[in-house]
């Protein structure tokens, strides 16, 4: 079983460190369900969570976050703003709601969680949340679901703040080659959602399954491998106690040069989620 030392981790733009692997709980239900993944990964090794207001279980995060024993400064939490709450006020005002659900002080990572352009708001929101994090509201700020060009608008709207993170879906199948040219020239963190295609046919891939056989692990172990090599920072989904535990079990192996390769050429631009151009409020 991996150990939360085994997990490498990232040094934002900002010198806040990020675990390279955490849980994604999007669809795990609020209650048990979700109160069992978070302890069960913690357990495991995970200190990264990634949840978000429109997953409507921001208070059993919170609450399996409180009870775990751990010390909080230990876990890495992210959470994200709501479409409906774009706006500089809304934006403040829907923070404060975020960490009320939780029972906690801070987050660590607050995330724009779509651009949704048709609103024209994700300027105004975004100099909201550097207010945030320039009172110490927050640790680090970023946003999700954003191309080069709405990060492109933050700049000439005034932007004083480079986000720390581009959140995005990322995994063989959408490979998203432009996006992470300009994070990597700005350095701004990109962080791969849907890392197994949501459990789709990406596992199905031979390439994928060659390569589990070649390397005595599982397809999910050889996706979420490639994206630790690649250097973005993953958050798979699992609510199965196996798979929340062989997912983070991808830190004794390494795929080599060759092998990084053939992943790469598995990119067919094909997403699971809007386009974020076309994102309409909800
Ligand atoms: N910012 C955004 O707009 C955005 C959008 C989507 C997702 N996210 C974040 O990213 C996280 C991960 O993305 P995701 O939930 O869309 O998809 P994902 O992590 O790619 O896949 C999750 C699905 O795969 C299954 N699974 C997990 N591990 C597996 C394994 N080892 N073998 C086979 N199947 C496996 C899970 O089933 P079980 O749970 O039943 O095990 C679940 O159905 C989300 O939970 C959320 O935190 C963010």
Known sequence: MASSTD????????????????LGVWEAKAGEEVEQAIS???KAG???IDTAKAYGNEESVGKAIRESGIPREEIFLTTKL???????????KAYKASLERLGLDYVDLYLIHWPVPAQAKYVETWLALEELYEEGLVRAIGVSNFKPTHL???TAGGAEVVPAVNQIELHPHMQQIETRGYCAKNDIQVESYSPLKR???VLEDTTINELAEHYGK???QIVLRWHIQEGMVVIPKSVTPERIESNI???DFALNDDDMDRIRLMDQNDRNLPDPDEMDAM
């Open 249 to 251: 079990d991808v830190f």
């Open 199 to 201: 459990g789709g046919d």
């Open 218 to 220: 599982t397809p999910a």
């Open 152 to 154: 492109e608008a933050l």
């Open 7 to 22: 997990v490498p981790t990232i040094k934002l733009n900002n010198g806040l460190v990020m675990p390279q692997i955490g």
């Open 82 to 92: 709501w479409n409906a709450d774009h706006g500089f006020d809304n934006a403040k």
């Open 40 to 42: 069960q990964a913690l």
């Open 46 to 48: 995970y200190r990264l």
